[in-house]
């Protein structure tokens, strides 16, 4: 199984990017997928998950400025994150859980960086 997520870099506050995520070696339309970040000194969090029937979650600190969607037929999950803050800059991973047999895989991460 894997995750292979791209798409950060360095923005300035009040930029846009979108992350991707291409998993392989799952039934990726049978999953739940989502984005959590982790920033230095702190936990992992999640961000925002969609799951296998389209119902989307986010954390309060980014609803309204970040959408996470699917590409089933791509096996792809996307983040398309505006108004960057500061305080969004993160290592994001993207993770794949299928919750009847309590699965859960992980990418590497893709660094985000937001400067003020």
């Known amino acids: 199984v894997q995750l292979q997520a791209s798409g950060g870099g360095l923005v300035q506050a009040g930029g846009s990017l979108r992350l991707s995520c291409t998993t392989s070696g799952i039934i990726f339309a049978a999953y739940d997928v989502g984005w959590f970040r982790q920033a230095p000194g702190k936990q992992r969090e999640l961000v925002a998950r969609?799951?296998?029937?389209?119902?989307?979650e986010y954390a309060d600190s980014v609803k309204d400025r970040f959408t996470i969607s699917r590409d089933n037929a791509k096996n792809t999950v996307f983040l398309e994150m505006n108004s960057l803050k500061p305080e969004d800059a993160a290592v994001y991973y993207c993770?794949?859980?299928?919750?009847?047999?309590?699965?859960?895989?992980w990418g590497k991460g893709t660094l985000v960086t937001v400067s003020s």
């Open positions: 969609i799951t296998r029937g389209g119902i989307n």
């Open positions: 993770n794949a859980h299928y919750p009847p047999r309590k699965l859960n895989y």
